[in-house]
């Protein structure tokens, strides 16, 4: 079913923000992961703002809904997302990346509060949501864990150790996501080393598979829902996305998986997400 | 918490199966115990705890990533999850899960690495690991134990509960011989125990090597009269620091042993806090010498690597033929 008009114009005015203060967290970094950091933004957006259920005034509220960022350098857009949230004051943004503050590039989650796993370092987090979802069903709670991953991350043998457990363990309660973003530091990940058939390893791996459009909240909404009614077994979302989307000179370019803005550039970048929401 | 040991024969059951026992006596108590192994629940013998509560256990197969990998989880998730495995595997194949998911987000993680060293002597280096401790003691928010034998095994695991934060439990593969005939002779992580004490020299033992220096002492005494003080230092990380200044203020003279690289284990631990003290003391490092090791019987490469009590009482007699350069300020300064 169809998100409501007025539940689509809430989460693109979201969207919007999230991508706006992922590019000024960037600026006042001296820099940061702009091409997957503006990919995961519905992803993100869905999940905290419709799906997640999660009390930013108690951040360890044991029945809370986990996340997983396992492409951690998408920290830069996550950390936004959290701050207006609540789980934090926005301006706490403005000390992104310096000397001993509490954000770094890749969020800790003793220093960051709603993080639920520091990440980083590729191919980690799947089998960290692994160890949550068997953690809630031991627990008998109902609580959702959800992992988002990077689609290069996915060269990363543990992530399909972690495949494997996930299916194994028959965790319905876990959804994970690919941000299909193609690109990784070095170019494109299909010429680096290619993951198609990608959808098909994940469906002999085990899992309820679905691919969208990860920039169309009405697919990434009805992948979700029909990962709510598998209950036997996990449901990875593979969601195509551009990296960099929303920043015309961003978009598919590979050196912007990490890099640093100008005060031109980042004028350019806000106009370009600007006129991509129609608010220019 | 307390348990009884007495149940336990350790003459016929090897540490792992002292530790085996002791976790699943532990987890009827402890409801947020979770166990996990990558297929070695027999070798390893936490298979005893999956046996007894097999909703708590679980075993994720050859893959070691994962399996701490989703030890951090089940932590995140609450639980206390003991975790074991080959020490080669801890330590190694999965070295970043435990420093990045365990150590670094300071969970509560309990590891419990078997065939550590040359114990298990004739599968060779690939299942050999002489370097856990250096890389163990290099994470931060990590405590790293070494236990003597089948009681100190238990008496770890049991504190090592209550303890908090990521716990490297150390221990050979199960054959060795016992130093202790009873579990109560005080206990505590962090704190080395004298096993004997004498004024002429300090042997500073962990694991197997502990039951070498004891009876190295022996001679020594015996033989040669020479009062040889035994500490086990069963924690490595964090260092009994005081036991090691005492060493060197009362014999001036210290023979480390340890079935590891001489490199970043017990040796250079004790190395660091000598050599900060300021204070003049010989020193010998006992343990393999930066070299991988050999294949053949455990207690032959102990002895070959010159790690027995034989090899303990050679270098015990050397160093006291050694001159050590007096401090005129010493007595003031202590």
Redesign the interface.
């Given at each position: 079913m169809a998100l409501s008009e007025e539940i689509l114009s809430a989460l693109n005015e979201k969207a919007w923000k999230n991508r706006r203060m992922a590019i000024k967290t960037m600026v006042w970094a001296g820099g940061g992961h702009a091409g997957g950091a503006l990919s995961q933004v519905e992803i993100l957006v869905l999940l905290y703002y419709h799906y997640m259920n999660v009390d930013p005034q108690n951040p360890d509220w044991?029945d809370r809904d986990?996340l997983v960022l396992s492409k951690g350098h998408g920290g830069v857009g996550y950390a936004p997302i959290l701050a207006d949230k609540g789980y934090f004051d926005e301006e706490q943004l403005k000390i992104f990346n310096h000397t001993h503050s509490p954000f770094g590039m890749h969020l800790?989650?003793?220093k960051v509060p709603g993080v639920?796993?520091?990440t980083?370092?590729l191919?980690?987090g799947?089998?960290?949501?692994?160890?949550?979802?068997?953690?809630?069903r031991?627990?008998k709670k109902d609580w959702r864990t959800y992992c988002i991953m990077g689609d290069g991350e996915c060269n990363e043998?543990?992530i399909w150790?972690?495949a494997?457990?996930a299916s194994h363990?028959k965790l319905s309660n876990l959804t994970a996501f690919v941000d299909r973003n193609r690109m990784c530091i070095d170019g494109e990940v299909e010429k680096i080393m290619a993951l198609e058939p990608f959808i098909d390893k994940w469906k002999s791996f085990g899992w309820n598979t679905l691919e969208v459009d990860g920039h169309d909240f009405n697919q990434l909404d009805d992948a979700i829902q029909n990962a709510f009614q598998n209950t036997d077994k996990p449901t990875v979302i593979i969601a195509n996305t551009i990296k960099g989307k929303g920043v015309d000179y961003m978009e598919n370019v590979a050196p912007w998986h990490y890099g640093g803005l100008d005060a031109e550039n980042e004028e350019k970048a806000l106009n370009s997400i600007d006129r991509a929401y129609g608010k220019a | 918490m307390s348990l009884t040991y007495h149940v336990y024969d350790t003459d016929e059951m090897t540490p792992a199966e002292i530790y085996g026992q002791v976790l699943t006596k532990m987890g009827e108590e402890r409801k947020e115990i979770?166990a996990l192994t990558a297929d070695l629940a027999k070798s390893t013998k936490i298979g005893k705890f999956g046996d007894k509560f097999p909703?708590?256990f679980?075993n994720?197969?050859i893959?070691e990533?994962?399996l701490?990998?989703?030890?951090?989880?089940?932590?995140?998730?609450?639980?206390t999850p003991f975790i074991s495995t080959f020490a080669v595997f801890a330590s190694l194949r999965a070295a970043?899960?435990v420093r990045?998911?365990i150590c670094?987000?300071?969970v509560n993680c309990k590891i419990i690495a078997t065939h550590s060293g040359t114990s298990f002597g004739q599968a060779g280096t690939t299942h050999h690991c002489t370097e856990d401790l250096a890389i163990m003691r290099s994470f931060a928010n990590m405590t790293v134990i070494a236990p003597a034998d089948g009681y100190e095994t238990a008496n770890a695991v049991v504190e090592c509960i209550d303890y908090p934060g990521p716990v490297y439990i150390r221990i050979g593969r199960g054959f060795e011989r016992t130093v202790y005939d009873n579990p109560e002779y005080g206990y505590e992580i962090g704190k080395a125990i004298t096993m004997r004490d004498g004024g002429d020299i300090t042997i500073i033992a962990c694991g197997p090597c502990v039951l070498h220096a004891v009876e190295a002492a022996q001679t020594l005494k015996d033989n040669q009269g020479i009062e040889a003080r035994v500490i086990n230092m069963h924690t490595i990380k964090p260092l009994d620091k005081e036991a090691v200044l005492k060493a060197v203020n009362d014999t001036r003279r210290i023979v480390t042993a340890e079935n590891h690289n001489i490199l970043g284990g017990l040796g250079s631990a004790v190395a660091e806090v000598i050599t900060e003290g300021g204070k003049s003391c010989r020193l010998k490092r006992l343990g393999l010498p930066d070299t991988f090791s050999s294949v053949g019987h455990p207690d032959d490469l102990l002895s070959y690597y010159k790690t027995d009590a034989d090899s303990i009482v050679e270098a015990v007699s050397e160093m006291l033929g050694q001159e050590v350069e007096e401090d005129e300020d010493w007595e003031d300064e202590v």
């Open positions: 044991e986990r800790d989650r003793l639920d796993a520091s980083g370092s191919g980690h799947l089998s960290i949501a692994v160890g949550l979802a068997l953690g809630a031991l627990k043998g543990s150790e972690a494997m457990a363990y | 979770v909703e708590r679980f994720v197969g893959a990533q994962n701490f990998g989703i030890g951090s989880g089940l932590a995140l998730a609450g639980f970043e899960q990045t998911d670094y987000q300071n």
